[in-house]
């Protein structure tokens, strides 16, 4: 069982940037990503990278603004989220899969859940 704990959501103008963190004993060897879903919308990809580091793939939406990278030293994973716009306001998850490539921006390729963090984004 993995226990994913995000952090460092919260409000910020449009423009401004944020880092999420998501912490767990083992991560070594999962491969992380975020998601994330806004009121009455469904749950969306928006970045992951592989349990060796090798590959990160990002959706359209967050491309040259997001970077996800992970610190396997502290078992974290960070999701750097800069050129912030009101329509990144969302909650934001953090999801893990043990030992994947395959079908990184699909959520049912995701065996954990954090239980999410919001980010506000103010115009």
């Known amino acids: 069982q993995v226990e994913l704990v995000e952090s460092g959501g919260g409000l910020v103008q449009a423009g401004g940037s944020l880092r999420l963190s998501c912490a767990a004993s083992g991560l070594q060897s999962y491969t992380m990503a975020w998601f994330r879903q806004a009121p009455g919308k469904e749950r969306e990809f928006v970045a992951a990278i592989t349990w060796s580091g090798g590959i990160t793939h990002y959706a359209d939406s967050v491309k040259g603004r997001f970077s996800i990278s992970r610190d396997s030293a502290q078992e974290k994973v960070y999701l750097q989220m800069n050129s912030l716009k009101p329509e990144d306001t969302s909650v934001y998850y953090c999801?893990?899969?043990?030992?994947?490539?395959?079908?990184?921006?699909?959520?049912?390729?995701?065996?954990?859940w954090g239980q999410g963090t919001q980010v506000t984004v103010s115009s």
């Open positions: 999801a893990a899969a043990y030992m994947t490539s395959y079908y990184l921006s699909v959520s049912t390729t995701y065996d954990y």
